[in-house]
């Protein structure tokens, strides 16, 4: 394994970080009534297509192994309209697996499918950049330890991570505590934001240090 790709996967955490803190202050020099909390929704629009821009800017630039036989135009725009439909299929599954477990099913569904967006990109945008719509490959990394480098032994870890921080942010909204972060579904958009931010910082540190252990096979 080269130090070097470590490297190139820690610039590019640290610039998808850079593009979430972005969100949260830049808007605010334009609009003086913009915060996460009370501006939620505009938030999650803003912060998605920051790290949705970063991702593709980064990895289109940073992704190894990219075949020079598939270049042609047609294949670009074919697999450009194929990353959109997965895109949107993740987030009407995700709605459904929020409003399965409890979310509301009419009211404030704009926001139940906001969080399915935000999610979705933390957790299937990084995968189309990197894998595209191969879904046999997302099942190879997924399903098992089928990973073939540093990029792929990320995406288990930050994926991973988003689904753990979404889950425990939906642990303070039937306490009684009375905070606005309570409303739905702010503290799991943000809970979704912390483990993605936690999985960005976790993934280069756990794969520097287990460097001489991991082995990737080609594939």
């Known amino acids: 394994?080269?130090?070097?790709?470590?490297?190139?996967?820690?610039?590019?955490?640290?610039?998808?970080?850079?593009?979430?803190?972005?969100?949260?202050?830049?808007?605010?020099?334009?609009?003086?009534?913009?915060?996460?909390?009370?501006?939620?929704?505009?938030?999650?629009c803003i912060c998605s297509v920051s790290v949705t821009a970063?991702?593709?800017?980064?990895?289109?630039?940073?992704?190894?192994?990219?075949?020079?036989?598939?270049?042609?135009?047609?294949?670009?725009?074919?697999?450009?309209?194929?990353?959109c439909i997965y895109f949107l299929t993740s987030c009407f599954f995700f709605h459904v697996i929020?409003?399965?477990?409890g979310a509301p099913l009419i009211e404030l569904a704009l926001e139940t499918f906001s969080l399915a967006v935000i999610l979705s990109t933390f957790t299937t945008v990084p995968c189309l950049c990197l894998l595209g719509p191969n879904f046999k490959g997302w099942l190879r990394i997924f399903s098992r330890n089928g990973v073939t480098s540093?990029?792929?032994?990320?995406?288990?870890?930050?994926?991973?991570?988003?689904?753990?921080?979404?889950?425990?942010?939906?642990?303070?909204?039937p306490l009684d505590w009375g905070r606005p972060w309570q409303?739905?579904?702010?503290s799991c958009t943000l809970g979704a934001t912390f483990g993605y931010?936690?999985?960005?910082?976790?993934?280069?540190?756990?794969?520097?240090w287990n460097r001489k252990k991991l082995t990737y096979k080609n594939n």
């Open 197 to 208: 931010v936690a999985g960005l910082v976790i993934s280069p540190l756990w794969i520097y």
């Open 98 to 101: 929020f409003v399965l477990y």
């Open 1 to 44: 394994m080269k130090d070097t790709d470590i490297k190139k996967l820690l610039y590019t955490h640290l610039l998808c970080i850079f593009s979430i803190i972005l969100s949260i202050f830049i808007p605010s020099f334009f609009s003086e009534n913009f915060s996460i909390l009370e501006t939620h929704l505009t938030w999650l």
């Open 54 to 83: 970063v991702n593709l800017v980064l990895y289109l630039v940073l992704k190894p192994n990219v075949s020079s036989k598939r270049s042609s135009l047609s294949y670009k725009v074919t697999r450009f309209l194929k990353c």
């Open 150 to 173: 540093v990029w792929e032994n990320s995406l288990q870890i930050t994926t991973i991570s988003s689904f753990v921080g979404i889950w425990l942010g939906a642990f303070p909204i």
């Open 183 to 186: 409303e739905w579904p702010i």
